[in-house]
């Protein structure tokens, strides 16, 4: 489906772009712009730059720029047209976007998925789910929490599953690789038999696999997940984060747990802005999706000593982006379902709004490590402590910490400070920043193209004087912003983005040249000297063709005539030298 580009103008112009991102992440005012931490890299200090003035944002790190659809587009893992639907909705704008889906190569295998969550869901509502819904109700889960989470049932039977999905006419192969069917002595059954299934969504909300529970007493694995596939990557997705994500920016708070269950309750008592890492080492790309939530979270895995251990794991992976996470410890190894269940809900939202913070978890690890009422452990506690303090970056939380352990203590604040200061450690804050390499020809053309950006009259400059940028990229560059010129009579860096739309290679070189920041202030005596070093590049390269030819060429008149016009050139390129 096309949108004209007057609506797409229209919905631009009714956003503040600023605000929009503010959604999403902090961030800061400085001088003209404001600048938050960049959500599209491994970012540790704000780098990317958003710009009210000219409606876009900048990373002046990883060169990621665009209009406030792209921003929305990357940062949702949404398509074009639904990020202009949110945008739309955002600026009270009313726009049909249709129902079409996008081709996936993958799509047999999540309408595979489609059909087997309704296949279990309608499983549990038979005869045959009696006992898997009394456990559930057994669990204190209402129905419109099992109806909210889509939890279904999957038949005490050897291949239902497989021959309702190769009636579909699925190839054997497929149905494999998905996951969801097992073959053996040449036959074809289901993987999942007599378990409460529990469906696992993408980030867009797609079921791309399956936590299957047993309920019936079976000596079996008490949980069993879906195995990694073509469109299910544990690492990459958490349990839960397409219904919890608006949740999360509302509150500016992300809770992370460790299993469905976990979240299923919480969700139940009324706590809707949990995810979980589905059992495994937390890792950076999960990470990364919870600082586009919020980089206030609170980390509350089970209590027992895996949940101690991915504790740990989440504290080092979220530093790594610079969230420094509260910490919840259960007691008597419950995990959160269980606590709540034990203790009731508004206990288990007071362990979240007093959760430990960073120094206090450290602090309750080394004093289970140590006995403080020994001399010499009391000293190794001491050190371990002033270690942990000094990796602090908050002033007031430093000092308080000094504060607290010396009272803890009775080490004088005095002695403490001293030892911090013989550290010695220097903490430098290094900013990526993109360097041009290379020499004026090169810085020509990006400045050019800059400045081709802001001004008609530039425009207008380079139709008139240059023929041919020798950089690929530019020169494509440069093509579709001429061209944007003339379909529309006007530029702007905004809409010229969400013209290019998923043009990704000129959209990556808008970034590169944006990230230079120059000054917006035109200098035409500038523009004048970019274009002539552009030429003078071109004139050059043209002479050296002439002096390949000269040199391959045998007949003597044209060899002449050859080096007469490599001898115009070399004039013209004196002419620019001077």
Known sequence: MKIENSTLSEIRNNLDIVEVISNYLPLTNKGKNYFGVCPFHDDHSPSMSVSREKQIY?????????????????????????????????AGISIDIGQARSK?????????YSLSNKFYQNNINTKYGEKARQYLNSRNLDDATIKEFDIGLSLNEKDTLTKLLKSKNYSDELLIRSGLVNESEYELHDVYRNRIMFPLYDLNGNVIGFNGRVYNGEKENKYVNSKETDIFKKRELLYNYHRAKDECRKLKEVIIMEGPMDVIRSYQAG???????LGTAFSKDQAMLIRKLSSNVVLCFDGDDAGLKATKGAIVELGKLGITPRIVRLEDNSDPDEYILK??????INKIKNSMNIIEFKESLLKSKYDLSNTLDLSNYINNMINEIDNIDDEILKEVSINKLSEETKVDVDIIKKKLKNKNTLKVEVKDTLTIKGNKYIKSQ???IYYMLQSVDVIKMYEKKITHIPIDKYRHLAF????????????????FITYLKDDTESINAVGEVMSLNLSDEINK?????????????????QSNVYKNKIKNETDYKKKLELANKALEIKKRSEEYDR
């Open 446 to 448: 990006m400045y050019l």
């Open 104 to 112: 996936n190569k993958y799509q047999e295998l999540y309408d595979i």
């Open 480 to 495: 579709q912003i001429d061209l944007f010129y003339k379909d529309n009579e006007y530029i702007n860096v905004a809409d």
């Open 525 to 541: 005596d500038e523009i004048e000297d970019y274009l002539n070093n552009i030429k003078e590049y071109n004139e050059k390269e």
């Open 343 to 348: 203790n009731g809900k508004d206990k288990f």
């Open 271 to 277: 706590i809707k802005n949990c995810v979980a890492a």
């Open 58 to 90: 900048t990373c002046f790190s990883c060169g990621a720029t665009g209009s406030v659809f792209k921003f929305v587009q990357d940062y949702e893992n949404i398509s074009f047209l639904e990020a202009v639907k949110k945008c739309a909705d955002m």
